[in-house]
RNA sequence: GGGCCUGUGGCGAAAUUGGUAGACGCACUAGAUUUAGGAUCUAGCGCCUUCGGUGUGAGAGUUCGAGUCUCUCCGGGCCCACCA
């Protein structure tokens, strides 16, 4: 029996132990069923479950369950990105061990989860602080390294002095830390880097094999890779024979008005360059750009500063004599380190000669040029002699072309993106598995000598060095080619390393000879459906785009992309602000769940906004959800004693009630399922359980006329339709009908097209395109019966008498347009 | 500076993709029930003065017809940004 009234905790709690000891998630490898994979992000276990947690693995749930209603053979599965600093913090401040910390989390995390109701299938769970897991990140940094994707080089990286570590540069955001916001500084360190720059053009032109993806995301990708094409070009030195300055440029066809070359503070011939005089001062320069942390050269954005070398290029094509200058606004790591100055065309080389008295010399004209201002439009070359004329297209490929036949240019493809640095300063991550040997130099740990173990035994309190660096048992190894004494890399991985792959280790979690078996990788691949925040836009889901190109290459799977469709789920707002500690308006899906139940939390947090868009989170909105919950539940209490399971009713032989009531069923299946399937709009599914509930109570508000075949026909649908929303409240219920399965296993309801049509529509009437009048007419009526009950309706006549009538539109089922003059 | 998105009642929003603008809900108002409050039920609810107009950031255009398409402008948000 039903109680007459909604508690959802009592309800909630039944059905979770029930579905712990059940396991009906678990997805099926060797099903014949289409397969669907279903990806949250996975989380980082912090704590405890945030509402944006909640939005995010509510609505993947949902798409989970109507999926596998549908027939599909689903895969949802759940894990942890459990490396990372926090947990090191945890250790520094209160002295608890992060291993604990993190894994109480992730146990209180779990059942949050579980109480949330989500259709999980646990035994697929990963986590990647656990050896079992980084043993398989230790594995395929392997095997990048194997293939040559994986490099140790000395270079100037990205230091936060505040988290003691290096950052990759899509870690660095504003010239700061994108963890604690604090100043990044640069440092020259030897670290290993991915070669993620080998799959720029792919990790382009296959933007355009995601058709599943938002555009805001593929351009904010496609402007990460910053592709550019230009040209190099060289300078012959005056004072010295042996060096040439090859530059990158975008606009070769400037290059006759090339007054100076500015080469980066950290150019590599840049000492050979200075002449003795200017020495002392190039130097100090140097030193102070070096000191200067990112954010205060970006503040010089405006005042540019530089310091001349001594030295000259010659140029090749006009053979001028221009200085050379080092200056900050050169970048050593894009291009060449060395820039090509036009003062004239260019912004930034006009700033700077304006502010040293540099020359300028015009190359191109074209509309709105001003005598003394930059010109940076691509007109019409003059001063530039056989060139002089043509367009500055034309022109770029004519002077690359030429400098191409002359020995000293070509043309170049340009790529902002840089390679990914992955070694960290910290503890808690998976230990980098290089050892060195003072004979054979850096050499990879043995395959079958993995998991190289994180050691327990360190020191978290030490500043400015790893932690790994106190253990006395880690470093100190013998070398896996010579036998000698050797010591191991005592730096971990990018935890954005361990969530590379993470997706691809559900296919086959519990694997411990291979990362993944290759056909089951194969089968469940790629994801069909991901869905997380925008903040990953660039980071994790380049890298892992990244990933899957390289593990392909190396040949352990056979898949271009990872991630067919992309959902990016706005935030949770509360009262129309972001949601934060420091500002205290979070709130705690335990106390939800304590006071309405996860039931409502689901139905509220898919209920106001699509998901794409930020949501509000109000109080008076989840008390709506929660009344309708209990308005919904008090009409299978009020007549489960008539509900049918097996109800019947001969479709010819109702009254016109019950017709009516049939319909409005049908559409609502039908609303329903198109709305899941275009683009998950879960705010308007919700708005049709409310129209289908209220047609309900509609139908019954005269007993005498309730047909109880054709109530339990529109309960039970309704009860389908609400059930991946609600699925404690509407397992409770149907099983409390009598049912023996459970309502999760049921087939989506089939909606009948002519059952969904109505006989009679609204025909609006417009004159001169303005609504004049609305008719009920029969369905299916011709154009001209259509058109004449228009000109005939009453209220039209007024606007049609003494006018000739121009033209009459007529869209049948709906509209009559009468055109008059 | 560049790119992407966005603008509809007091609020969240909807509109079958060019055809009844405001579905559904929150808030609000009135009534019923109740000792009272809550809950529940019933009705109302864009704006303007009733008839009737008018209305989707502003202005123009295309069209029989524009929230929807085109152009110009204004506002809000996000991302990138000394990338040569």
Redesign the pocket.
């Known amino acids: 029996m039903l109680e007459k009234e909604y508690y959802p905790q009592q309800i909630e709690k039944k059905w979770f132990d029930v579905w712990e000891e059940t396991k009906p998630y678990k997805a099926d490898d060797n099903s014949d069923k289409p397969k669907y994979f279903a990806l949250s992000m996975f989380p980082y276990p912090s704590g405890k479950l945030h509402m944006g947690h909640v939005r995010n693995y509510t609505i993947t749930d949902v798409v989970a369950r109507f999926k596998r209603a549908q027939g599909y053979n689903v895969l949802h599965p759940m894990g942890w990105d459990s490396f990372g600093l926090p947990a090191e913090n945890a250790a520094i401040q209160h002295g608890a061990n992060p291993k604990t910390w993190t894994l109480d989390n992730i146990k209180y995390m779990t059942k949050q989860l579980k109480m949330l109701g989500l259709s999980v299938d646990w035994d697929r769970e990963v986590t990647t602080c656990l050896p079992e897991y980084y043993k398989w990140t230790q594995w395929l940094f392997l095997q990048l390294y194997k293939k040559g994707l994986a490099y140790k080089k000395t270079a100037p990286v990205n230091w936060c002095e505040h988290c003691a570590t290096v950052l990759a540069?899509?870690q660095?955001?504003?010239g700061k830390c994108w963890r604690c916001n604090s100043e990044v500084t640069k440092k020259n360190l030897s670290q290993w880097f991915l070669k993620i720059t080998d799959y720029s053009e792919e990790l382009l032109q296959d933007l355009n094999l995601l058709k599943g993806w938002?555009?805001?995301v593929k351009?904010?990708q496609?402007?990460?890779i910053?592709k550019?094409s230009?040209a190099i070009l060289k300078f012959k030195v005056k004072e010295l024979d042996d060096v040439e300055i090859p530059?990158?440029?975008?606009?070769?066809d400037t290059v006759y008005g090339v007054t100076y070359l500015?080469v980066?503070p950290e150019y590599k011939d840049i000492e050979k360059l200075t002449t003795k005089e200017n020495f002392e001062a190039v130097q100090k320069y140097r030193e102070n750009a070096k000191k200067m942390s990112e954010i205060e050269?970006?503040s010089?954005?405006?005042t540019?500063?530089g310091v001349p070398l001594g030295t000259h290029i010659i140029n090749p094509f006009t053979g001028r004599v221009c200085p050379i200058w080092v200056?900050?606004?050169?970048?050593?790591?894009?291009?060449?380190?060395?820039?090509?100055?036009?003062p004239y065309h260019?912004?930034?080389?006009f700033?700077f000669a304006k502010k040293y008295n540099l020359p300028m010399i015009q190359v191109i004209d074209g509309v709105g040029f001003k005598e003394g201002e930059p010109y940076i439009e691509k007109g019409t070359l003059v001063n530039s002699d056989q060139f002089s004329g043509l367009n500055a297209n034309e022109a770029r490929n004519k002077i690359t072309e030429y400098a191409k036949e002359n020995g000293f240019g070509d043309f170049k493809t340009?790529?902002?993106l840089r390679d990914w640095l992955i070694s960290r300063q910290r503890y808690w991550g998976a230990p980098i598995p290089i050892v060195y040997c003072p004979h054979c130099g850096e050499v990879a740990v043995d395959e079958q000598n993995l998991p190289v173990m994180l050691p327990t035994d360190v020191d978290f309190t030490v500043k400015g060095k790893s932690p790994i660096e106190t253990s006395p048992t880690f470093k100190e190894t013998i070398c896996p080619k010579c036998g000698a004494k050797a010591t191991r890399d005592t730096d971990t991985m990018d935890t954005f390393m361990c969530s590379s792959w993470y997706y691809l280790r559900y296919a086959d979690a519990r694997n411990d000879k291979e990362c993944f078996n290759r056909e089951l990788v194969n089968k469940w691949l790629p994801v069909d459906q991901y869905i997380g925040g925008?903040?990953h836009?660039?980071l994790h889901l380049l890298y892992s785009r990244f990933f899957t190109k390289a593990l392909r290459d190396i040949g352990l799977l056979d898949f271009d992309e990872p991630f067919s469709n992309l959902l990016t789920q706005g935030m949770v707002l509360k009262d129309?602000s972001k949601m934060s500690k420091s500002k205290g308006n979070t709130v705690d899906p335990d106390e939800i769940y304590a006071n309405y139940g996860a039931d409502t939390a689901r139905l509220f947090i898919l209920?106001?906004?699509?998901p794409a868009?930020?949501?509000?989170w109000?109080d008076?909105?989840v008390?709506?959800?929660y009344?309708?919950i209990?308005?919904v539940y008090?009409l299978y209490s009020k007549y489960q004693d008539k509900i049918n399971l097996n109800y019947n009713f001969d479709i010819n032989n109702l009254s016109k009630k019950d017709d009516n009531f049939i319909r409005e069923v049908h559409i609502a299946i039908k609303k329903v399922t198109?709305?899941i399937e275009?683009e998950f709009?879960f705010?308007?599914v919700?708005?049709?359980?409310?129209?289908l509930?209220?047609s309900i109570?509609?139908y019954t508000?005269c007993e005498n006329e309730i047909n109880y075949d054709v109530l339990s026909f529109g309960l039970l649908t309704l009860l389908k339709l609400i059930s991946p929303v609600c699925v404690f409240m509407s397992e409770e219920i149907y099983s409390q009908l009598g049912a023996k399965e459970s309502i999760h296993a049921l087939l989506w309801p089939k909606f009948d097209e002519n059952l969904a049509k109505t006989s009679s529509?609204?025909l609006?009437v417009?004159v001169?395109?303005?609504?004049?009048d609305?008719l009920e007419v029969s369905q299916g009526l011709s154009n001209e019966e259509l058109e004449n009950l228009a000109k005939s309706a009453p209220?039209t006549a007024e606007f049609i008498e003494g006018k000739t009538i121009?033209?009459v539109?007529v869209?049948p089922n709906?509209?009559v347009?009468i055109?008059v003059k």
């Open positions: 540069n899509e660095v955001i504003d938002g555009d805001n351009t904010m496609e402007n990460w910053g550019s230009g530059v990158y440029t975008t606009r070769a500015v980066a050269r970006l010089t954005e405006r540019k500063t200056a900050d606004y050169a970048l050593v790591d894009y291009g060449t380190g060395a820039v090509m100055a036009v260019d912004e930034r080389d700033a340009q790529y902002r925008i903040e836009a660039i129309g209920s106001d906004s699509p868009r930020d949501f509000d109000t008076a909105g008390e709506g959800c009344k309708f209990s308005r008090r198109h709305d275009n709009q705010n308007t919700i708005s049709r359980y409310r129209e509930t209220n109570y509609e508000k529509v609204t609006i417009q001169n395109g303005k609504i004049k609305k209220k121009v033209k539109i869209v709906k509209l347009n055109v």
